[in-house]
């Protein structure tokens, strides 16, 4: 390795590689040094007859010149008389001419020749440096390997060490279902910061794998949900976590606004539509993730209401960025800690408050959010499905599942021969054993025993219901 690099170390002018010119050093290339000798030896050639034409005509003003294409011109005062008549003149202006003699038009045009040639040459040149270069091609990668493994290393390890108390090594664990765990949990931006609030994330495993995540804009939310990602993406590039414990299973995707297997966020979905297609949006897309997709992820949102929709759902879970609020004189504290249960309220009037808005702008602001509250569709609706287990995503799935029961396997993320199995004995227990049907208001409802078993197989109480009533339709 010392040998390559010598050889390697004044190969070639550096100064011109830096403008995309490869010159190299006398020996390295023959053929570029034969060229470069021969226009030398032109070179000096021309020279010799320059001082010759000097001391022939006794002027030290006659040189050379060069106009555009044309090289070498001899360049005479007009003062100089009697040049030969085989002088070709190739130029003047009012106190010179410019001339070829005929052994200069000669020489001109094989150096001319001969700098095409070079040209040439130097295009080859470079693969050939490149042809020389790739020789060594494995003890050259295996070199550069090893220096960026040693430099990712001591990048992590100063990067662990400043990651401040507490911090450990994450711990990968083997499942079949995504998990993540942390402890105390901090922003690894925010190291030495002994204001950032850390918090503990749990998702998936025997846990939901949704938290649908509510409160008031600056709480806190996005940056709960960063810290979770940066917290995955530095576990898997091997480097210690600003927490007190980091377990996780390997993670292949951390998407934010899209859905897809083992996502991490999903941002105020259906923010800039209106007030009813934007919940519509939400909640349909949450309802597809938990209950199809089956990622782990957050699910932020302003729409404080949508977790009644998934009140029974096992994969989802309520969490809120914790604030005390003064109703009185709307000051609010951002507590910056992830707690269980759904946001009171968005604050924000409060919030608009603290930005610095008129307090007579808010005072009609407030009167015309409960007004709107008050009449609100989505509001009634909510108020509706409190005691409602199903959610409008669950809904359309029994109406699809109602046309095309065959269809189930399609929809469902993990349905293997041994659900299948699972589902087909309990539905035969359900038709044979009617007291596992509870009527409830002419509502349809599964007993306790049967949520139990619906539970294992990854389902709801709602999908129980389901299951129930396709027992008896089918």
């Known amino acids: 390795m010392i040998k390559l690099i010598a050889d390697w170390e ?13 010159v190299p050093a006398a020996g390295v290339d023959e053929e570029f040094d034969d060229s470069s000798a021969k226009m030398t030896n032109l070179e000096n050639q021309l020279n010799e007859y320059l001082k010759e034409y000097k001391k022939i005509y006794k002027s030290h003003e006659i040189c050379f010149k060069d106009s555009g294409k044309e090289i070498f011109l001899i360049e005479i005062p007009t003062k100089i008389k009697n040049i030969p008549k085989d002088w070709q003149q190739m130029g003047s202006t009012s106190k010179v001419k410019r001339y070829w ?10 150096l001319l020749e001969q700098k095409e040639l070079h040209k040439m040459i130097c295009e080859n040149l470079r693969f050939k440096m490149y042809e020389r270069f790739d020789a060594n091609y494995q003890v050259w990668m295996s070199s550069i390997k090893s220096l960026a493994t040693i430099d990712c290393i001591v990048a992590l390890t100063k990067t662990s060490e400043t990651m401040g108390y507490p911090s450990c090594r994450p711990e990968f664990i083997s499942s079949d279902h995504g998990f993540i765990e942390f402890n105390e949990l901090r ?22 794998n949704f938290g649908l995540l509510t409160g008031a804009n600056a709480a806190g939310k996005s940056t709960m949900m960063r810290t979770t990602s940066l917290a995955v993406i530095l576990s898997q590039i091997g480097c210690y976590i600003p927490a007190s414990l980091a377990k996780l299973n390997p993670i292949d995707k951390i998407m934010t606004r899209l859905g ?36 782990l992820g957050f699910f932020a949102t302003h729409y404080g209401s949508l977790g009644l929709s998934f009140t029974n759902h096992p994969q989802i879970k309520p969490l809120r960025m914790g604030i005390l609020a003064d109703s009185n004189s709307r000051n609010i504290t951002f507590l910056y800690k992830l707690e269980e249960g759904s946001a009171p309220g968005s604050f924000g009037m409060s919030v608009a408050s603290m930005c610095g808005i008129s307090s007579d702008i808010v005072d009609n602001a407030e009167v015309a959010a409960k007004k709107y509250e008050q009449t609100s569709k989505l509001k009634q609706d909510h108020d509706r499905n409190q005691t409602n287990s199903l959610s409008l995503g669950l809904q359309s799935d029994f109406s699809c599942l109602a046309k095309n029961y065959e269809s189930v396997s399609k929809d469902i993320l993990r349905y293997n021969e041994e659900i299948k199995q699972s589902i087909k004995e309990e539905r035969n227990k359900l038709i044979a054993d009617k007291k596992h049907e509870v009527i409830e208001n002419g509502e349809v409802k599964p007993s306790e025993e049967f949520t139990r078993l619906s539970k294992k197989f990854g389902a709801y109480h709602g999908v129980s219901t389901l299951i129930n009533m396709l027992s008896i339709l089918f």
């Open 10 to 22: 004044d190969s070639f002018d550096r100064q011109e590689a830096t403008n995309d010119i490869v």
């Open 101 to 110: 003699s005929p052994e200069v038009r000669v020489l001109v045009r094989e």
């Open 187 to 208: 922003h690894p931006c925010f190291f030495g910061n002994k204001e950032f609030i850390p918090n503990d994330v749990c998702l998936g495993g025997d846990k939901p």
């Open 260 to 295: 897809a297997n083992d996502n991490i966020m999903q941002d105020e979905l259906g923010r800039g539509g209106s007030s009813s297609d934007g919940y519509a949006i939400a909640e349909a897309v949450l309802h597809q993730l938990s209950t199809h997709v089956q990622p």
